[in-house]
């Protein structure tokens, strides 16, 4: 089975940058889409991107396309979510997912990692 730790998130203030890191083990792996959700206090969790296992195709949600970047580093089972330009907004908990590209923009996935606060002031 998948094990993902994250790490990297904290306080920052808008306009900032942070870079989230998710380190996962298993045999699995390197088949599975990765990528991250988010949910914010009295909201519903919500998808924010995707990268297929091959790194080769990327689905960013519209409200953070053209600031955040994923990438994907398969010799050190880890990916990497670059936040740059955070608005308040963006705050909230970050939870890294890996699971089946089918459905795993609906939530569907395999394995979630703890998550990782994120915090942007204004």
């Known amino acids: 089975q998948v094990q993902l730790v994250e790490s990297g998130g904290g306080l920052v203030q808008a306009g900032g940058s942070l870079r989230l890191s998710c380190a996962a083990s298993g045999r699995t792996f390197s088949y599975y889409d990765m990528g991250w959700f988010r949910q914010a206090p009295g909201k519903l969790r919500e998808f924010v991107v995707r990268i297929t296992w091959s790194g080769s195709s990327t689905d960013y949600a519209d409200s953070v396309k053209g600031r955040f970047t994923i990438s994907r580093d398969n010799a050190k089972n880890t990916v990497y979510l670059q936040m740059n330009s955070l608005k308040p907004e963006d705050t909230a908990i970050y939870y890294c997912?890996?699971?089946?590209?089918?459905?795993?923009?609906?939530?569907?996935?395999?394995?979630w990692g703890q998550g990782t606060q994120v915090t942007v002031s204004s």
């Open positions: 997912a890996a699971g089946p590209s089918g459905l795993f923009k609906q939530g569907l996935v395999s394995t």
